[in-house]
């Protein structure tokens, strides 16, 4: 209840030293801090702590790509790529590197007909279109096989080259 009467209170630097200080949020703490809207205590709560999956969904929808960068960048858990990706071009290099740093991680199956969460995810990211960041990915990471085949299907030819010359395919 202590930090919900910071929250209602509008105590800026209490909150902000208690979501320092603190193991954990509850989701309806997270809630409330997320649809307080203030960006400084959002920063300082997701340099230490990733959002339930509730809470990653108001802060997704808030659209704030300064934050969702940051919370990238810190290895933050994502829950829901498809939805991080609709906020455009300004979080697909971070997304890119995120996938790159964490594709351990992604090794739920059943991810809508895709063999894992990893392959579903690369072709997310070779579906948003950007070929720099494709480009940029692909030399760090080794496609699935059905994001490969999109890969051969929707990139450009300088795209397959890339792919082909870093992962030595004839």
């Known amino acids: ?25 509850a989701s ?3 809630l409330a801090l ?3 809207g203030e960006h400084e205590e959002i920063m300082s709560y997701i340099a230490y702590h990733y959002f339930e999956p509730a809470s990653f969904k108001v802060f997704l929808d808030r659209g704030k790509l300064n934050e969702v960068r ?24 971070d997304y890119a590197d995120y996938l790159v740093r964490h594709h351990d991680a992604y090794t739920e199956t ?15 990211l070779i579906k948003a279109g ?3 960041v ?14 490969l085949k999109l890969l051969r299907k929707k990139g450009q030819p300088e795209d397959n080259l890339v ?6 395919i004839k």
């Open 130 to 132: 950007n070929h720099c």
């Open 163 to 168: 792919y082909d010359l870093k992962w030595k």
């Open 110 to 124: 059943s991810c809508d007909g895709y063999a894992n969460r990893l392959e579903y995810a690369q072709c997310l």
């Open 70 to 93: 940051f919370y990238l960048a810190c290895d933050q858990i994502v829950y829901d790529d498809a939805a991080l990706l609709e906020l455009g071009s300004g979080v697909l290099n």
């Open 28 to 30: 309806y703490q997270e």
């Open 1 to 25: 209840m202590e930090f919900l009467n910071l929250i209602r209170e509008g105590k800026h630097a209490a909150i902000i030293r208690y979501v320092k200080e603190c193991k954990c949020l």
């Open 134 to 147: 494709i480009r940029r990915y692909i030399t760090k990471a080794c496609l699935q096989p059905k994001a």
């Open 34 to 36: 997320v649809e307080r």
